[in-house]
């Protein structure tokens, strides 16, 4: 292997750190931990770490590969994350999402891939 290769690999792997850092702290501070006794409660903070978290997620160059299965997919209601997002009136996430679905179309269409979500 290569330098260059090295550093795309150690780049991903410290995006993969920064991905586990933001759940770890949800887990212990936003969620709690059994016998841990550290929460937060303010309302505004817990927001903003999930918001985080999701952006380190679309951002991730380990999820990148099935951005597009996840972000089309729909739950039992038929949303997609953005359609629930909207619909929860979580439109910071929504759009965080929405930007996220333009960078994944834009790179789809460059590809000239006509896989099975293309329209």
Same mark, same amino acid.
Do not use: W
């Given at each position: 292997?290569?330098?260059?290769? @090295?550093?795309?690999?150690?780049?991903? !792997?410290?995006? +993969?750190?920064?991905?586990? +850092?933001? %759940? /770890?702290?949800? %887990?212990? %501070?936003? *969620?709690?931990?059994?016998?841990?006794?550290? !929460?937060?409660? +303010?309302?505004?903070?817990?927001? /903003?770490?999930?918001?985080?978290?999701?952006?380190?997620?679309?951002?991730?160059?380990?999820?990148?590969?099935?951005?597009? +299965?996840?972000?089309?997919?729909?739950?039992?209601? *038929?949303?997609?994350? %953005?359609?629930?997002?909207?619909?929860?009136?979580? @439109?910071?996430?929504?759009?965080?999402?929405?930007?996220?679905?333009?960078?994944?179309?834009?790179?789809?269409?460059?590809?000239?891939? /006509?896989?099975?979500?293309?329209?």
């Amino acid at each position: 292997m290569n330098a260059t290769l @090295y550093s795309r690999v150690g780049s991903a !792997y410290n995006q +993969d750190l920064k991905i586990f +850092d933001v %759940f /770890n702290e949800l %887990f212990h %501070f936003v *969620g709690g931990v059994a016998g841990s006794s550290k !929460y937060v409660l +303010d309302p505004s903070e817990r927001k /903003n770490n999930a918001l985080a978290a999701l952006k380190l997620l679309c951002d991730s160059p380990a999820l990148e590969p099935y951005l597009l +299965d996840l972000l089309s997919a729909r739950d039992a209601q *038929g949303q997609t994350p %953005f359609m629930l997002g909207v619909t929860l009136r979580a @439109y910071p996430a929504a759009a965080t999402l929405l930007d996220t679905i333009q960078i994944v179309a834009g790179k789809q269409e460059s590809e000239g891939n /006509n896989g099975p979500h293309a329209p």
